[in-house]
């Protein structure tokens, strides 16, 4: 079992930034590759950004290339989504994923462990 408590949501104006962190417990999180997704409203969930156990490598979706960056910190079981350049599309709820397994090129396949998710709204 994993459990999963993000962070860091808020309102912000466009062209800000938000630091979002998602702490686990439960079970060894370096194990682990670690994801985040996002759902606007009237939308379906879509990837946002994983990275591998280790944390050498990252992968995005397309449109927060250069914009978004994933890391995480093993000795403090966190990863951390930090968000630059945040447009009025990046509006949506923010959720942690947990235990997934990421294919070749980078896809993500999410895992059975999520987080509440946070709120991330951004204003024009």
């Known amino acids: 079992q994993v459990q999963l408590v993000e962070s860091g949501g808020g309102l912000v104006q466009a062209g800000g930034s938000l630091r979002l962190s998602c702490a686990a417990s439960g079970r060894t999180f370096s194990s682990i590759p670690m994801g985040w997704f996002r759902q606007a409203p009237g939308k379906e969930r879509e990837f946002v950004a994983v990275i591998t156990r280790s944390g050498i490598s990252t992968f995005y979706l397309d449109s927060v290339k250069g914009r978004f960056t994933i890391s995480r910190d093993n000795a403090k079981n966190t990863v951390y989504l930090q968000m630059n350049s945040l447009k009025p599309e990046d509006t949506a709820v923010y959720y942690c994923?947990?235990?997934?397994?990421?294919?070749?090129?980078?896809?993500?396949?999410?895992?059975?462990?999520w987080g509440q998710g946070t709120q991330v709204t951004v204003s024009s």
């Open positions: 994923n947990a235990d997934g397994r990421i294919y070749a090129g980078g896809t993500y396949d999410p895992g059975r462990y």
